[in-house]
């Protein structure tokens, strides 16, 4: 134990404690672990739970669900990014006489709902055609050059004496700016809050109130998420090997699916004592599983 410790694998926190693995001994565990480590599968009972999803989101909500629920922590799943999603269609519907609620569909059945302010009154009907006018000239543009598009045809308004057109453009500018790119689904988050009662480490609660802000805002936790998207398969991040400070007490595990078209990554995040074997199958299979789903199903399918 004496060597254990002097190698920095192990470690003493006060006087009248045991000693625990550091992240090193951690790190020197998973790795025995990875070695040799066949392809993980989902049992057939989470793949026909997963099955039963009628959308992308649907479907990216129950496998968060799923990997909280077998590896006992916070389970996500993250949405590919927009920038090359195609876009479907969007829709407008009034909430008051000031704002409107649009909803954005994209060519794989993934939903982005935003709530913008209007500075005139407008009908059901101007919100109808703005839409139509939308959907029959960007359809099938990826998001990105949608929003460009809009951008440069706003910048021509001096020549569009339209008012339909006029009024469709800048709803959708106020649609796309700042429309979130990835959406995540998170489930288990109160896991984390039991996992630092038991430790025993008071000042492990105050640490994850930083997190907990992350996962409410979300847009946050998504682009710390993204940075891990660069490599596909397999991806295990424990403690002070996190770049982010909020992240540097807990463990992530994390694996990329490909829908066909786009990379998305579903995961746990929970103590650095975690069950690594048993969470480490959890997310690769579900991983595996997502892919063979999205990529044998089309667009349309999901998207009805």
Not at 54 to 78: I, Q
Not at 262 to 283: E, K, L
């Amino acid at each position: 134990m004496a060597e254990l410790e002097r190698l920095g694998y192990v470690h003493q926190p006060h006087a009248s404690a045991g000693r625990v693995p550091t992240d090193r001994g951690y790190r020197y565990y998973v790795d025995l672990l990875l070695e040799g480590r066949r392809p993980a599968r989902s049992s057939r009972n989470v793949e026909a739970r997963l099955r039963r999803a009628s959308t992308v989101d649907d479907l990216l909500s129950n496998v968060s669900h799923e990997l909280s629920r077998a590896s006992h922590h916070l389970g996500f799943a993250l949405t590919p990014s927009g920038r090359a999603a195609a876009f479907r269609q969007i829709d407008f519907v009034t909430l008051d006489r000031k704002r409107v609620l649009v909803v954005v569909v994209s060519a794989l059945g993934h939903v982005s709902h935003k709530v913008v302010n209007i500075s005139e009154t407008l009908r059901p009907v101007d919100l109808t055609q703005a839409a139509n006018y939308l959907n029959q000239e960007f359809a099938g543009l990826p998001l990105c050059d949608v929003r460009t598009a809009i951008v440069e045809r706003l910048n021509q308004e001096r020549t569009l004496y339209d008012t339909l057109r006029t009024r469709a453009l800048r709803l959708a500018r106020k649609t796309f700016e700042n429309l979130p790119e990835s959406s995540l689904f998170v489930q288990g988050a109160s896991l984390l809050l039991d996992d630092a009662t038991d430790g025993n480490d008071p000042s492990s609660v105050s640490r994850l109130s930083a997190l907990f802000e992350m996962i409410e805002e979300k847009d946050r936790l998504v682009r710390v998420l993204n940075k891990y998207i660069d490599d596909p398969g397999l991806t295990i991040i424990i403690g002070t090997e996190h770049r982010t400070q909020t992240l540097k007490n807990l463990s992530l595990i994390t694996s990329t699916y490909f829908d066909g078209h786009q990379t998305g990554c579903v995961g746990i995040i929970g103590p650095r004592r975690m069950r690594y074997a048993r969470s480490i199958a959890a997310v690769d299979g579900v991983s595996r599983t997502v892919s063979r789903l999205l990529g044998t199903t089309t667009g349309a399918t999901w998207a009805n």
